[in-house]
């Protein structure tokens, strides 16, 4: 059985700037918020290995160093 990482776990790893990769993890589009409002702000990054398991999507994401900016969020 393979337990995909929680983005909300996730999410503390991706903002933190540095160059990573997460393995693993759960990017079902209702949970994936972080990454659209990441990259709306210049970050950087790339799914690579993109999967179903158990019928749940899987992916590994690269974040690479960027400069970030300020960007209004509102509501989905």
């Known amino acids: ?3 995909p990482g ?3 776990s996730a999410a ?3 903002v933190a700037g540095a ?3 997460l393995t693993n993890a759960g990017v079902n ?3 994936t918020g972080i990454l659209e409002v ?3 702000m210049g970050a950087r990054i790339t799914c690579h ?3 179903l398991v158990a019928g749940e999507p899987l992916a590994d994401i690269q974040v690479q ?3 970030l900016e300020g960007v209004a969020v509102g509501e989905r």
Do not use: G, H, K
């Open 19 to 21: 160059d990573i990769l």
């Open 38 to 40: 990441l990259e709306a």
């Open 6 to 8: 929680d983005m909300s």
């Open 29 to 31: 589009p209702s949970r």
């Open 1 to 3: 059985m393979v337990v």
């Open 12 to 14: 503390f790893w991706l």
């Open 65 to 67: 160093y960027s400069t």
């Open 49 to 51: 290995n993109q999967r």
